[in-house]
């Protein structure tokens, strides 16, 4: 309270079922003495499950360190009975739901006319949270695995074209961790038990708290025009937090401290110390000094939206970005490293023997791995960075801190930008010179270099990893721009949510059909997620009790959705395992086609009408095809060669006596159109499939041999 005659400035209480007593340990100071009436509320889940008012002085509710409030400091220690009839009230489920949602208001009044001297409200918890480091560890073992999986596809699909990383790939498991952390950054009231699960999942967009790393920040920030004084990570180790829906949020109405409920049986001591202007009184507890009671004091510091998810990291909101861009330059230097040294070691083996040619552009193509490395994460961050960066620009304050900002948004926007054009002017000019976009997925060197984009895309939906940056990058604007109006984040990002629904739904892009249902599910609990927190948004006034259930529906909604893609990591895993490389057996099968052709004789029937054609637009899974960009321009297209299917050869002139009779059939010159032998089949079908190829005919009217 302002101007209030008494101030508290620390209490603990815990309660003890077993014993069925309180142990209290307040302190505080008053200007002078104070006969008083005491009142006290508790309220579980927004409704008051409990008021009592009580003169501290009376025999049946004495409190001797209240009765009268001295003059100066002080500080009691000290146990009370309750009641059975009000220890049977307590339901059982409040000592083993994680994160109670409780609270406790005591209030102190003039005993002579009423008037209000002192109030504070704590919340109440047992002690029990799904807030633990093991949910962070599983999680990111989860996202280990599907890394692990993506890694191995990538390397038993090496010197092929056109290969698909298995769904759910490191791509969706991470992008779907950010979408849970981001879910727990709104302006809004969200329970306890569900801002602590979204906790969990922090790491994901590179919020890692590091007590050394902070401290560097704060003396860069210092160094810079930063602002310490409430806004440091000493600060927060100090400091009780206190969760609103917005800076606005009075400041009166909010407070907290340090109310715990234990419920192990306890030891407690009946006697009672009190400590008034540093003088003990009482027997059996230690004397507290200089005024102030054993237990340690916290300051309020009131948060919301994203400053109240950082800060219960213990990382300083004004921190956020620096925390970030350390982390992703310390991960960027590990890959680097993990790279080089690879290459070292390869290059050491080059030197005493041989090793996998599966090996060999990865010595030849050291930075292009780097930088397409590099460029993923780039693409993985991109949602997050957006919103770091936008927060740093509208809350921050060190000026070199914003211009980091500002330059590597800029950067990282560029980098985007560039891949999505020279992809978009590939596909548009050879759309244009040969009818399709095939290139993109049969080029060898185009796929090495831009596949990181489209790689999981149909042929016809490659484009689609555009609307996807500008997805993530609008999510990243309207959190970081709206934080402090709940309401306007929640819209925004319904909108965002349901317009990338509709396109995936419509569209149905990815390759495969679990990719498709995975990156379905995904998007339709992303959406449901929005709205379920649109019930935690203070404007809409809904009762705290259904958005305690609300809360509770969520974590088991966005759990199970984690836990089915962990299963499918699993099983892609397995499949990895005892399933034989499909890009290995294509190879396989195209050499031991190459090795019968060989073999192939004008009059063998795999050249003849005994062969079942196949159309065209049949060949679903046409193999890809390696060679230089000049000769796509002058590759024939079916309609060009379809017209001599039926056409009939023309007569052959009779051979002179001295000219040989040996041949059999007619060449294919004589036929209308020469015979290019290709490297192997699997390339001679992609580009004249079976049912361009002509039957032999025999040349029996051109037959003019000797009979013997």
Not at 8 to 25: C, G, K, N, P, S
Not at 337 to 363: M, Q
Not at 406 to 429: E, S
Not at 539 to 549: D, E, F, H, M, N
Request: aromatic share 10%; hydrophobic share 40%; net charge neutral.
């Amino acid at each position: 309270m302002a101007n209030s005659d008494i101030t508290v400035t620390a209490l603990d209480i815990q309660y003890d079922r077993t014993t069925q007593q309180i142990t209290f340990d307040v302190a505080g100071s008053s200007s002078k003495v104070e006969n008083v009436t005491a009142a006290l509320y508790v309220t579980a889940y927004g409704k008051q499950v409990y008021q009592k008012s009580f003169n501290p002085c009376d025999e049946g509710s004495k409190v001797d360190q209240l009765c009268p409030v001295p003059e100066g400091s002080f500080a009691a220690l000290g146990v009370q009975d309750v009641p059975p009839s009000y220890a049977s009230e307590i339901p059982s489920i409040a000592f083993n739901v994680p994160d109670l949602e409780g609270g406790a208001k005591l209030e102190l009044m003039a005993l002579d006319g009423g008037q209000d001297l002192a109030c504070i409200e704590s919340d109440v918890t047992n002690g029990k949270t799904v807030e633990s480091p093991a949910v962070s560890y599983i999680a990111v073992g989860v996202a280990g695995a599907a890394l692990l999986l993506t890694g191995i596809s990538a390397v038993g699909s090496v010197g092929t074209a056109g290969g698909h990383t298995p769904s759910p790939s490191f791509g969706d498991v991470v992008g779907w961790f950010q979408s849970i952390a981001m879910n727990g950054m709104l302006s809004a009231q969200y329970p306890p038990i569900y801002r602590s699960f979204s906790k969990n999942f922090a790491f994901s967009g590179g919020l890692i708290p590091w007590n050394s790393m902070q401290t560097s920040i704060d003396n860069f920030r210092r160094a810079t025009g930063g602002n310490l004084t409430d806004d440091n990570v000493q600060y927060l180790h100090s400091a009780s937090l206190v969760y609103t829906t917005g800076s606005n949020s009075d400041p009166s109405i909010v407070s907290k401290r340090a109310i715990d409920m234990l419920f192990e049986p306890q030891l407690v001591s009946r006697d009672t110390s009190t400590t008034i202007n540093g003088t003990q009184s009482g027997t059996g507890a230690a004397p507290a000094t200089n005024g102030t009671s054993s237990g340690s004091s916290k300051v309020t510091h009131i948060v919301h939206g994203i400053q109240g998810y950082v800060e219960q990291l213990t990382i300083p909101q004004a921190n956020t970005f620096m925390t970030v861009l350390l982390i992703f330059a310390i991960v960027i230097a590990a890959i680097a490293v993990g790279i080089l040294l690879l290459k070292v070691i390869l290059e050491t083996w080059a030197l005493f023997g041989s090793f996998p040619k599966k090996l060999t552009n990865f010595r030849k193509r050291y930075w292009g791995l780097l930088a397409r490395t590099i460029t993923n994460l780039i693409l993985l961050l991109y949602g997050v960075w957006t919103l770091y960066c936008i927060y740093q620009f509208t809350n921050g304050d060190s000026w070199a801190a914003k211009i980091l900002a500002g330059v590597t948004l800029a950067l990282f926007t560029a980098v985007l930008a560039f891949f999505t054009i020279r992809i978009w002017q590939i596909a548009k000019n050879f759309k244009k010179m040969e009818g399709d976009t095939a290139i993109l997925f049969e080029d060898k060197e185009t796929w090495r270099k831009y596949s990181l984009f489209y790689d999981n895309y149909k042929r016809g939906y490659w484009w689609l990893f555009m609307p996807a940056i500008v997805y993530m990058f609008a999510k990243g604007c309207v959190i970081a721009a709206g934080n402090g109006h709940g309401l306007v984040q929640t819209a925004g990002q319904l909108i965002i949510e349901s317009l990338m629904l509709a396109l995936v739904l419509f569209t149905r892009p990815f390759a495969t059909t679990a990719g498709n249902w995975i990156n379905v599910i995904i998007q339709v609990v992303r959406m449901l997620s929005v709205v379920c927190i649109m019930v935690f948004v203070e404007q809409l006034g809904i009762a705290q009790s259904t958005k305690t259930i609300t809360g509770v529906v969520l974590i088991a909604v966005q759990s199970v959705l984690t836990a089915i893609l962990a299963i499918l990591i699993a099983v892609n895993a397995i499949i990895v395992c005892i399933k034989e490389n499909p890009h290995r057996k294509q190879r396989k099968q195209a050499e031991r086609i190459n090795r019968d052709l060989d073999d192939l004789t004008p009059l063998d029937a795999r050249n003849s009408l005994l062969i079942d054609p196949t159309d065209y637009k049949d060949i679903k899974n046409p193999q890809p095809k390696s060679y230089p960009l000049s000769t796509y321009s002058s590759r024939r297209s079916y309609d060009t060669v379809r017209p001599y299917r039926d056409e009939t050869p023309p007569p052959r002139q009779p051979r002179g006596a001295d000219e040989s009779s040996e041949n059999l059939v007619s060449s294919a010159a004589d036929m209308g159109y020469g015979h290019e032998r290709n490297v192997s089949r699997e390339s001679d079908n992609a580009r004249f499939p079976s049912a361009m190829r002509q039957p032999t005919i025999p040349n029996v009217m051109g037959y003019h041999g000797q009979a013997y």
